[in-house]
């Protein structure tokens, strides 16, 4: 069956940087669309960035622009979100989300992250 596990996610200072990590499982990976979304408390899931198939199309929200990067590996079926300059606005659970040529998408269970003094 498919299976997304988000993994880094945890407590930063500001300024400071994770690598998140996805892995894959269940399906052909190279086939699927990838993307990260956050959900802060009180707030709507929202698209951080997404990739294409082979990985050579990415798309970020403006607010992690110059900051966040997506990558993926395909021989590993993984999926990498690095962060840097984190700001407290970043804190927030962290999901990754599969979508299959067929249309249909799945979600991991999410990571929490946090940036606090």
């Known amino acids: 069956q498919v299976q997304l596990v988000e993994s880094g996610g945890g407590l930063v200072q500001p300024g400071g940087s994770l690598r998140l990590s996805c892995a894959a499982s269940?399906?052909?990976?190279?086939?699927?669309?990838m993307s990260w979304y956050r959900q802060a408390p009180g707030k709507e899931r929202e698209l951080v960035a997404d990739?294409?198939?082979?990985?050579?199309?990415?798309n970020y929200a403006d607010s992690v622009k110059g900051r966040f990067i997506i990558s993926r590996d395909n021989a590993k079926n993984t999926v990498y979100l690095q962060m840097n300059s984190l700001k407290p606005e970043d804190t927030a659970v962290y999901y990754c989300k599969a979508v299959f040529l067929s249309g249909l998408r799945s979600w991991g269970q999410g990571t929490q992250v946090t940036v606090s003094s």
């Open positions: 990739i294409s198939r082979i990985g050579d199309i990415t």
């Open positions: 269940g399906f052909t990976f190279s086939s699927a669309r």
